[in-house]
């Protein structure tokens, strides 16, 4: 099976198609098939494209979907009710006046605070909220593992955990915050005879670390996102991560791997 892999898309659909057909992607081929590692929404113009264009993979079981920490806050912002301020700042409040505007017509920018209620058994009635819920922790063929951010991990020790794919769904909530670059460059921490593949955190991190071993955490953040900071694919013995920081560099990492099932 040929996989085609993206992630932290967040709303910027027509670059991840520009990327696909470089790719060569075709869904007409029964030997391709996508993964989304998540954080497909928030902060980019077009959300709506993105729910559209997923939906109609998943109907056709042409990608695997797992859930980002974005996908997880779009869910607790309509399970509490009311806007927090980091969804305002997270870009999950926009992404939420996009589904409005799309099932409500003449909707208010503000009518989740006035018509809570009727927003959310709307949503949950057109499929939306168990589209988001039902995405994976993590997908798993011969020789990758598939994530957010990371595996779960010991927390207390920063240590690998050996029954982590039985870990509980908040286990592997707050893996999806994990800087999975930094387990692998500080703590080594892996998956033995597999590699996993990650988004979630910006790989200019990773490629920073590794040409500026010394540097501390602030010199280390000027180069991250300087002029000429490189987002491109990250890779090392351990990790795989392919985060574009995407609504920053306007770039976008798509990879190709080809790999049995498990």
């Known amino acids: 099976m040929k996989y085609f892999i993206f992630g932290d898309v967040h709303g910027y659909y027509s670059m991840l198609r520009k990327e696909l057909i470089k790719k060569g992607f075709d869904e007409n081929n029964p030997d391709h098939m996508l993964i989304s590692l998540g954080d497909n929404f928030d902060r980019g113009p077009e959300n709506i494209k993105m729910y559209e264009f997923l939906k109609a993979m998943k109907e056709k079981n042409k990608i695997i979907l797992i859930k980002g920490n974005h996908e997880d806050l779009f869910l607790k912002m309509l399970y509490r009710g009311y806007v927090a301020r980091n969804d305002h700042t997270n870009g999950t409040y926009g992404t939420l006046q996009d589904f409005i505007k799309l099932f409500f017509v003449d909707a208010s ?118 002029k000429n900071a490189n987002f491109g694919v990250y890779e090392d013995d351990n990790i795989i991560a392919i985060d574009a920081c995407t609504h920053y560099s306007k770039q976008m990492n798509v990879i190709v791997i080809e790999d049995e099932k498990e």
């Open 109 to 226: 920018d503000d009518m989740f605070y006035y018509n809570t209620k009727e927003v959310y058994f709307t949503l949950r009635d057109e499929g939306i909220i168990d589209f988001f819920y039902d995405m994976k922790d993590f997908f798993e063929t011969k020789n990758y593992i598939f994530t957010h951010g990371f595996i779960p991990i010991d927390e207390i020790y920063a240590t690998y955990k050996e029954n982590w794919r039985n870990s509980s769904s908040d286990e592997f909530a707050t893996s999806r915050w994990t800087n999975g670059i930094q387990m692998s460059i500080d703590y080594n921490i892996g998956e033995k005879g597999k590699k996993v593949v990650i988004g979630h955190y910006h790989t200019s991190y990773g490629h920073a670390r590794k040409e500026y071993p010394t540097l501390d955490s602030f010199a280390l953040r000027e180069v991250e996102f300087a």
